[in-house]
């Protein structure tokens, strides 16, 4: 298993958690939780290979599938959504910067293999990585973290312009991977802890045109 195959299990597994955990939070029943959780998991790539015109590879696939169940099994087997409210929070917070971070290097890495330019790879990272939460949080009927949350989209185009300039350059590597996943994470985690976001245009509160 490459560097690549290993890092997008570790983002399946960790949106699938995410995806348990906020439906859990929202008192959804079995199957509910269950749509949320493979949403959140496979809804980025389905909308990344859609963009590229190929078949997801989820519906030719079955390791991800495989992941999401074990992973749901496993979060059911040891009660991970019966855990106190500060456990859980931050459950959810390292289970989601876990999967921004390790979909945003597939997406770019899928855009290097199409050999795309600079705005392809990038744009690739970002849906790849966006794609399955923005769904997660459409369907329990919240405004996602892609528009409240400066840094987490960020952390996608970072993400994806390094591996770019990396890949121009001839450097990158298994390790290189490993190194961006680690500064990605360190830095989505940060933007958390610190609650530091973009600023923000105009007015602060909602109002009607």
Known sequence: MNATDLIGLTGTAAFTISGYLVGYRKGLDLLGVIIVSLLTAIGGGIIRDTVIGRLPVVFVDNTSLIMIAV???LAWVFNLAKRERRILTWSFFLADAIGLVAFSITGAQIGLLYELNLFGVVCLAFV????GGMVRDMLVN???QILTEGIYGTVAVL?????YILDSHGYLNAW???TIAAAGLALRLWAIMAKKNLPKLGRHQPYKY
């Open 159 to 163: 993400i994806g312009l390094a591996m």
């Open 128 to 131: 790849t990585a966006v794609g």
């Open 71 to 73: 992973t749901l099994m």
């Open 142 to 144: 919240e405004v996602t």
């Open 176 to 178: 290189a991977l490993y």
